[in-house]
């Protein structure tokens, strides 16, 4: 057996929100929603190789899949790590658009790296090797 990708979902409160933020902040596309406009419950954002998913809760609830499921509180629920050919543009890029968490460094294992909250308060993480 081999794993073959791997897309995240994240489940949010404000999908609309979310694709806003990833849109207009770091540069992602939607590359389908349902609906296909207005308000929506779910959607696929892509830039370069990356694709994630986000969907409402009500929408995780409603369609039985997982009903139990609840959102973390704060940002408890996950980091992301993303890799990037030039962390320090990017760096630039989300400056007085994004909260900054983490500013850029230099990490013990030899990358730079800075981390953000998206508007659901979960992490992201961009670096580059050997930058």
Known sequence: MTFKKLTPNMVVHDVNATIDFYRDTLGFAVAASVPESGMFNWAMLTAGDITIMVQSLSSVHEA???PWFKLPEGNDG???YID???VQELRD???GK???IVEMHTTFYGTMEFSILDPNGYILS???DGA
């Open 126 to 128: 961009f670096a580059q």
């Open 78 to 80: 996950a980091i992301f």
């Open 64 to 66: 039985e899949d997982l």
């Open 93 to 95: 890029s989300v400056e």
């Open 98 to 100: 994004a909260q900054m």
């Open 84 to 86: 990037v050919d030039d």
